[in-house]
């Protein structure tokens, strides 16, 4: 059954969101804001979200702070939330961890601004600001310029001292040379991390072993800290950032070093000694309004960083006037973090429905209470196949925990099973197809189940979609949504329906112009010219993308020579293996699709090209290329015309015929493969362009 302080939970949200909670609430939120600190920092399986946790601690906050009387020690409020265990020996910090001060909009940080130059009676004040880390907080000392302890935050005044494992992080330097700068000891902040494509092949390893994946590079990077075995540490390669000096003692007859004047100073400092500090990220403003530009811009290039971040943090720089400001019991009034737009949520899963794409792959989509998330009301999300229902023990009726990174499509987190009621139910899979009831079928190797009924009304519709897509035939002003249109009427049956279109009906149809129908006439009839490959990748065979349809293109003058290839001679050529060679084969063997292909050449389509012969007179004829991650200037497309304009070979993964790989940011898995094989040169999109114009 569902804990009572989880209901609670689910009423003052649902109150908060609404209108501001009244004094008699208190007690319910100091409550249910201790329960969660338990799940979060003890048991590292939180039941909400941050931006939900923030919004009842800072309407605690409000409400103590309009109603004194009401303040006690025990608030959560009035110290920082714990984290420690039994462990790991417990230490104390030489300056206490405070928490900082969250703001979520320019008027917020309007505010801070206003109270840090009336406490210090400046007219203007100049700030530093840098990117808040999404990890695990720590602190470490360094005396006589070696690492000698590093400890957790705990509760702000003593925390775990997980020291062994701390060694094991490679960009922590066991020795710094601070007596160069005239220190002794020192105490410094920072942030322990797992990169996102660490984290990605992490929850790989976990699901392969039959273990739930971890839900976020924060909690596999806490969680991380805290084994007990450091060899299993180092097989994980964290990072940490360090962004703060606490404290410091200089050498006998040594003054305070310069650097150590201003916030900015300790981060030059920090990254000349060999730390990772934010030195290339931090910015320097007089006044706010710069601070809120930055602030504002930075969150638009988030997701184009190796690692996670939830904000910025905005200190006073100099650190005399940081001292003369102080501090309350539970932050510094010198610095605030600028939260970014949340991007996790709870909500509840309220059904599923099943849908049938082009290759008759049933997908389940699971129906959500609409919540809002970085900006976006989300209230559907693809759950995969029925494995990953299983995986994640997903039940109609549960409180789910959803995560939108960027622009990447919503997913769900993890289910969480102790709010359960009782009431929920298990997602039963079909074994019908929900469209043409036909019975599915799945293969051994694979986990999606699939229709099998070529004649799927839901899978004709789909096929006609990625037909006309902009990277297959590029039919313009062909919209999805026209497409089930004019299925549903029956205009459109199939993919050669798009060539015998009657604009005549079409015309006398809500929203279809006579310009309207001219520029669909227009873009159809240019399709019919587009190049073969183009035609290869929308006919939809299953594992031949766009690199595959260019590759199948240079082998052939027209569609059908692939009729009387064989399994073996296809996987002569380049690219071309066990798994995509079959699929061609077979799609080639099916009279249907060959009907398909002479049916489309009957209305016109220019099927028949000149044979091809390998570029010889390009400077990079002979080359093949590989193009990953985001590049920093050019779209992918792009980039690969580029080296194909030379006379190199574009390939669609890595292997030993692999001679360039150009990677961009969050390069991922084929960047690693790469690193294996010798033979394969990785170049920066500033190197791939120095040799293309060389």
């Known amino acids: 059954m569902s804990d009572p302080q989880i209901e609670q939970t689910r009423v003052l949200l649902r109150q908060a969101a609404q209108f501001p909670l009244g004094k008699e609430q208190v007690d319910a939120l100091r409550d249910v804001l201790r329960f969660h600190e338990h799940r ?20 605690l906050e409000r409400l103590e702070k309009e109603n004194p009387p009401l303040v006690r020690p025990d608030s959560p409020t009035q110290r920082v939330a714990r984290e420690l265990t039994s462990e790991f020996p417990t230490v104390k910090h030489l300056v206490p ?66 020291t062994p494992n701390v060694r094991q992080i490679r960009s922590l330097p066991l020795h710094a040379s601070l007596s160069e700068h005239g220190i002794q000891q020192l105490e410094i902040r920072g942030e322990v991390l797992m990169d996102k494509e660490k984290f990605r092949l992490y929850n790989e390893a976990l699901m392969e072993e039959g273990q739930p994946p971890l839900a976020n590079p924060r909690n596999a990077a806490s969680g991380t800290l805290r084994l007990k075995d450091p060899a299993q540490v180092a097989k994980r390669n964290l990072e940490a950032f ?104 709870t909500t509840q899963l309220v059904s599923v429905e099943f849908q049938v794409g082009r290759t008759g792959a049933v997908t389940p989509v699971a129906k959500l209470e609409p919540v809002a998330i970085g900006g976006v009301t989300v209230s559907s999300i693809s759950i995969h196949n029925e494995e990953y229902i299983r995986e994640k023990d997903l039940r109609l009726g549960d409180q789910v925990l959803i995560e939108r990174a960027g622009d990447v499509i919503p997913q769900i987190v993890k289910s969480l099973p102790d709010a359960r009621t009782g009431t929920e139910k298990k997602i039963v899979f079909p074994r019908q197809c929900p469209i043409c009831q036909q019975a599915l079928h799945k293969e051994e190797a694979e986990a999606v189940w699939r229709c099998g009924n070529w004649e799927c009304p839901a899978q004709a519709v789909e096929r006609i ?31 050669p329906g798009i060539y015998q279109l009657d604009y005549e009906k079409i015309g006398t149809m809500e929203g279809f112009g006579k310009k309207s129908i001219e520029k669909l006439q227009h873009s159809i009839e240019a399709s019919k010219k587009q190049p073969l490959h183009r035609l290869l990748y929308g006919l939809g065979i299953r594992f031949v993308g766009e690199t595959t349809a260019k590759t199948l293109a240079r082998q052939i ?17 380049e690219d071309i293996g066990p798994k995509v060679g079959g699929s061609i084969h077979q799609f080639f063997q099916e009279e249907s699709n060959i009907r398909l292909i002479e049916k489309l050449e009957s209305l016109g389509l220019a099927l028949k090209q000149e044979a091809k012969t390998k570029t010889t007179d390009g400077s990079l004829s002979g080359k093949s290329f590989l193009f990953t991650g985001t590049l920093p200037t050019l779209k992918r497309s792009a980039a690969e015309a580029m080296a ?23 390069a991922g898995s084929k960047l690693e493969k790469a690193k294996k094989i010798n033979t394969i040169k990785i170049l920066s999109e500033a190197e791939f362009l120095e040799l293309i114009g060389s």
Request: hydrophobic residues 35%; glycine residues 8%.
């Open 644 to 666: 194909e304009a030379k006379g190199g070979q574009i390939l669609s993964g890595v292997s030993a015929k692999l001679n360039y790989l150009v990677v961009g940011e969050d």
């Open 557 to 573: 003058t027209h569609p059908l020579d692939l009729k009387d290839k064989s399994l073996e001679e296809l996987q002569q050529w």
């Open 242 to 345: 360090v962004y703060h000096i606490s404290y410091y003692t200089p050498l006998p007859g040594k003054s305070t070093p310069n650097a150590l004047l201003t916030h900015e100073g300790s981060i030059e400092l920090l990254w000349n000694l060999g730390f990772r500090s934010p030195q290339r990220e931090k910015r320097v403003f007089q006044g706010i309004q710069g601070v809120i530009y930055y602030c504002q811009a930075f969150e638009t290039e988030r997701d184009s960083l190796p690692y996670e971040i939830d904000g910025m943090v905005i200190k006073v720089n100099e650190l005399s006037l940081q001292e003369k400001m102080g501090m309350t019991s539970h932050h510094p009034r010198w610095a605030i973090a600028f939260k970014f737009k949340a991007r996790q949520a």
């Open 465 to 495: 979609i990625h037909f006309v897509s902009k990277d297959a035939m590029d039919i313009r002003g062909f919209g999805e949504a026209n497409i089930r249109k004019f299925y549903e009427a029956g205009l459109l049956p199939d993919i």
């Open 40 to 59: 979060y920092y003890i048991l590292h399986d939180p039941l909400i979200a941050d931006a939900e946790y923030d919004l009842l601690y800072k309407e």
């Open 97 to 162: 961890m405070l928490s900082l001060e969250n703001s979520y909009n320019a008027e917020d940080l309007l505010d801070f601004d206003r109270k840090a130059r009336e406490l210090t009676g400046l007219d203007t004040i100049e700030y530093c600001v840098e990117p808040k880390f999404d990890g695990g907080s720590i602190s470490l000392i360094y005396e006589n310029d070696r690492l000698t302890r590093g400890a957790t935050r705990g509760d702000g005044v003593e925390g775990d001292d997980v």
